[in-house]
């Protein structure tokens, strides 16, 4: 993870001031509205993040060749509609898995600017199966609390775009910012779980269920057809 941010400054560097700031204040918006509200259209946000993690996988298969990327983006779009409650599982916990293993680094003073490689060395051999059981209870989790588990991916998601749009927009100002955040890991792994645990309380709170009121609208209409009519009122009734 540590690698693909320094990749994102290195490449972020070569964008024109213009592009920078575009893309940095689209990311940041983007980011706030995934953060506090993504949960209302959480099936089109797993389509794009499906569709982004297959342009990865694809360009990076196929030596960044534009028609492969763009048949796994969308295959990988489909499979992420299909298998929606599994996709967001496996989000959840490798977002999780990330955020644990940075506490970690930072609990125990592991260098990540010099890569993961030399960090991973530095962390005891007993974090590790930490990290595998936190990632295995939100897979679980799931399963079992769906809503949950879909409101705390979408805020995470929204909390990741919103740092990285704040990177553009530091690097635009000549900042190096992942390496200012390398070297706090332990503070900002901090202040993303409290983003991403503001995030997921307020959309519980906030975000209504796709398709919750017409549920609900449609359950009080067949209540109401299943009612016997009521009787005319004769002159006898009144």
């Known amino acids: 993870m540590l690698e693909i941010a320094h990749n994102f400054e290195q490449t972020a560097r070569s964008f024109s001031p213009v592009v920078s700031v575009t893309l940095g204040l689209a990311a940041v918006t983007v980011g706030l509205f995934v953060w506090l509200g993504g949960l209302g259209f959480r099936r089109l946000l797993v389509a794009l993040v499906g569709a982004v993690a297959g342009a990865i996988v694809g360009s990076f298969i196929a030596c960044r060749n534009l028609i492969s990327a763009t048949a796994s983006a969308a295959v990988a779009a489909a499979l992420a509609l299909i298998f929606e409650q599994m996709f967001i599982s496996i989000l959840a916990a490798a977002s999780v898995a990330v955020v644990t293993f940075v506490i970690l680094a930072g609990i125990y003073k592991a260098d990540l600017s010099d890569g993961l490689k030399h960090a991973c060395s530095q962390m005891p051999l007993y974090s590790w199966p930490i990290i595998a059981a936190v990632a295995a209870i939100f897979i679980a989790g799931g399963f079992y609390f769906w809503r949950l588990t879909s409101a705390l991916c979408c805020a995470a998601i929204g ?26 890991g332990l503070f900002f792994a901090a202040v993303f779980v409290a983003m991403t645990a503001f995030g997921t309380v307020e959309q519980l709170l906030f975000c209504q269920p796709a ?27 009144r």
């Open 211 to 237: 398709g919750g009121r017409p549920a609900a609208k449609k359950r009080a209409t067949d209540k109401k057809d299943q009612e016997p009519d009521a009787a005319p009122l004769g002159w006898r009734n």
């Open 159 to 184: 909390t990741m775009l919103v740092f990285a749009g704040m990177i553009l927009l530091l690097l635009y100002k000549g900042a190096a910012p992942v390496g200012y955040i390398s070297s706090r």
